[in-house]
């Protein structure tokens, strides 16, 4: 395959793949890197020994809930000095590497290996004159823990350098040392919800060929008129991003969003309580365009502008207590429209917001002994609805 054929987006969503084919973690919180210098001990041909300096890093969630899957994601920096980079250009013009490192996982008196796999960097061309630097990257680590502090530590480092039919083999020692904590607190109790009957929906359509980007997705909104918040969700965003890109440079979007019922209690005319259900249903499938920027760290992200088109039932509604009968064919004569523009984080476990406004129209249907469309329009319809959109990203299924 003539990889220089792929368009060159195409190919940075194909490194996006690789960062984002990782378990998903929704109990995370912000993670930081933590980085361990040292030297790779080289062996060229010939005998001669170089030394080559090396980072390694490890991105590492500050928390967690016990019995949660924990995510950790690891690079290595190698600085291949001029002159080796001119010893290894008599046998080919780029480089692959393969780093190997063994983690071990702590909690208590326990210690457990930690599964990692190579960090690689392929192809990557050799210069005329200078240093060389190698940036290998590969899949998140995962581990459960239980509650307590969990510790990761280095203990033992490796590297591959193959050019052509050579073979460099270099090793380090970094010592014993913490690389991160995780400060694992007890898994809270669940909550007792009623249970909401889900609203009859047909099977989610097929999408389209190309990269898949999955999303846990809660939508808080702000009803203007009534000054009320409702939260719907979590439901779920499936996306699928083509490889081919528009006249305006951009990679299609494409995506199918799933969000459960929710109960909303809102106090109208600022005395009267009412609680109801909400249901939001798509009409067709959210399109738009998406830019990617992978860069093998945390931020690595894609800035995207989705449009999504929504019909908003209100069933069940009971003021005080007391039920009025709107039927459950109380909706929006037309859909809402949502527009999803911003950077999404690509990493899985990322948590991404992105906020807009939008217009709720008049309803129709409500109502099953008199005509109630004119009274629910009057006090939830209307401009300036602010909305939050909470993504998590998730790998692919």
């Not at 499936?238 to 528009?246: D, N």
């Not at 003021?319 to 109380?330: A, F, H, R, S, Y």
């Amino acid at each position: 395959m003539d990889v220089s054929r792929i368009p060159r987006q195409a190919r940075l969503v194909a490194v996006g793949v690789v960062l984002a084919c990782a378990f998903y973690t929704a109990t995370t919180a912000s993670a930081d890197q933590s980085v361990a210098p040292g030297t790779f001990g080289c062996a060229l041909p010939g005998g001669e020994r170089v030394d080559v300096p090396v980072e390694f890093g490890l991105v590492v969630p500050s928390s967690a809930v016990a019995g949660t899957r924990v995510t950790v994601e690891p690079t290595a920096r190698l600085v291949l000095p001029a002159a080796t980079v001119r010893a290894l250009r008599a046998s080919g013009p780029s480089v692959d590497t393969a780093v190997k490192s063994k983690l071990v996982l702590r909690q208590g008196k326990a210690a457990n290996d930690l599964p990692v796999e190579d960090l690689v960097a392929s192809e990557t061309a050799l210069p005329v004159d200078g240093d060389l630097t190698v940036t290998a990257i590969g899949k998140v680590a995962t581990f459960s823990p239980a509650e307590g502090e969990a510790r990761v530590d280095l203990s033992g480092l490796t590297a591959s350098l193959r050019v052509g039919g050579l073979t460099v083999e270099c090793a380090a020692n970094p010592g014993t040392g913490v690389l991160g904590a995780v400060n694992v607190s007890a898994a809270a109790p669940t909550p007792q919800v009623p249970v909401l009957k889900a609203a009859p929906v047909t099977a989610l359509a097929e999408l389209p060929p190309g990269l898949p980007y999955n999303f846990d997705l809660t939508v808080k909104t702000r009803i203007a008129k009534l000054k009320s918040d409702v939260v719907i969700g979590p439901g779920s965003f499936r996306s699928v991003i083509g490889f081919t890109p528009g006249p305006d440079g951009k990679l299609p979007l494409t995506g199918d969003l799933d969000l459960p019922p929710a109960k909303a209690y809102l106090v109208v005319f600022r005395f009267m309580p009412v609680d109801n259900t909400i249901t939001l249903t798509p009409d067709g499938q959210a399109t738009g365009s998406a830019v990617l920027t992978v860069d093998g760290t945390p931020n690595s992200n894609a800035d995207i502008d989705v449009d999504l088109r929504v019909n908003l039932r209100i069933s069940d509604v009971r003021q005080d207590g007391v039920p009025l009968n709107v039927g459950d064919k109380c909706r929006t004569v037309t859909p809402l429209r949502i527009n999803l523009k911003g950077k999404v984080l690509v990493v899985p476990g990322s948590r991404s917001v992105l906020k807009t406004t939008i217009a709720i129209p008049a309803f129709t249907g409500c109502g099953t002994t008199e005509n109630l469309d004119r009274l629910i329009t009057g006090l939830v319809s209307g401009p300036g609805n602010e909305l939050e959109n909470e993504l998590v990203t998730r790998a692919p299924v």
